[in-house]
């Protein structure tokens, strides 16, 4: 998400459907408690501990 990529992109990187991808980033917004993707991309680049896992090879 950090990185900007759609649903159908995080789905077609991580081998799962689109829809796991989508229920995962909603999942991910709730828990940051943020409102919509470019808020928690901004909070992620704010949180480098939440970028960590967009640097693994998957």
Known sequence: MAE??????????????T???SVHVSNILAKLGVGGRGEAAAL???????????????
């Open 44 to 58: 992620a680049h704010t949180r480098p501990e939440l970028l960590g896992a967009a640097t693994r090879p998957w």
């Open 4 to 17: 900007g990529r759609s649903n159908g992109e995080i789905a077609a990187a991580l081998f799962i459907s």
């Open 19 to 21: 829809k796991t991808a």
